[in-house]
C-alpha cells in the first residue's frame, strides 16, 4: 500500500477519503495536547473562552516532548495512549478537530464523534519518540507553561510516518 501524503491544512477535505490502515506522512501544523491540557482545553470553553489554538480542521499530536537538545527544535516526541483524552474528545470533534494522532484504543463514544465529524484517528509508533521528532522541524509552546513537558506547543511536521487507525466510515484496527 503506497503513502499518503497529506498537510494539516487539506484535512477538512481530505480526513474524510482516509480508511483505516492506509499509511500517511503528515506534514504541517499539529498541536501537543495531553489530559491535563484537554481539562484545562474545555474548561475555557465552559467559560466562553477561545481555547489555546484553533480546533477547526485541527491536527492534535497526543505526546508530551523531552526538552529540546543543543541544535533540535524538540527532545523525544512519542505519542501517549489516546484513550486518557477520550472523555474530552467528542465535544472537540464536535467544534471542528479533525485530526488525532497517538497510540492505542479509543472509546465508542469517541469512534462514534470520529464518524459524526467526518474526522480521523492516526496512530504514531509508540516507543520511537526520538526517530518521531526528527519529523519535527520547529516546536513552540503556545500555551499553559506551567505543564512543563504537557504545555501545548504548536509544532511544524514533515513527513510524519502514521497509519489510519480509525476512520470516519467506520473502519479501525484497533479492535
Do not use: W
Request: with cysteine; proline share 6%; glycine share 10%.
Amino acid at each position: 500500500m503506497e503513502e499518503i501524503k497529506l498537510d494539516t491544512r487539506e484535512l477538512k477535505e481530505k480526513a474524510r477519503t482516509l480508511r483505516a490502515g492506509q499509511r500517511v506522512l503528515l506534514s504541517g501544523t499539529a498541536y501537543t495536547s495531553r489530559d491535563a491540557a484537554h481539562k484545562r482545553i474545555c474548561e475555557m470553553l465552559d467559560r466562553g473562552e477561545e481555547p489555546p489554538y484553533p480546533l477547526e480542521g485541527a491536527a492534535v499530536y497526543y505526546a508530551g516532548p523531552t526538552p529540546a537538545p543543543e541544535g533540535l527544535p524538540i527532545g523525544s516526541c512519542g505519542p501517549t495512549t489516546s484513550g486518557r483524552m477520550d472523555p474530552y474528545t467528542p465535544r472537540l470533534l464536535d467544534l471542528g478537530l479533525k485530526c488525532m494522532i497517538g497510540k492505542g484504543k479509543r472509546s465508542e463514544e469517541v469512534c462514534r464523534a470520529i464518524e459524526r465529524n467526518g474526522a480521523v484517528y492516526l496512530c504514531a509508533i509508540g516507543g520511537a519518540g526520538a526517530l518521531a521528532a526528527r519529523c519535527i522541524e520547529r516546536a513552540e509552546v503556545i500555551a499553559f507553561e506551567d505543564l512543563g513537558c504537557e504545555s501545548v506547543k504548536r509544532l511544524t511536521l514533515k513527513d510524519f510516518p502514521l497509519i489510519v487507525a480509525i476512520d470516519c466510515a467506520g473502519g479501525n484496527i484497533l479492535v
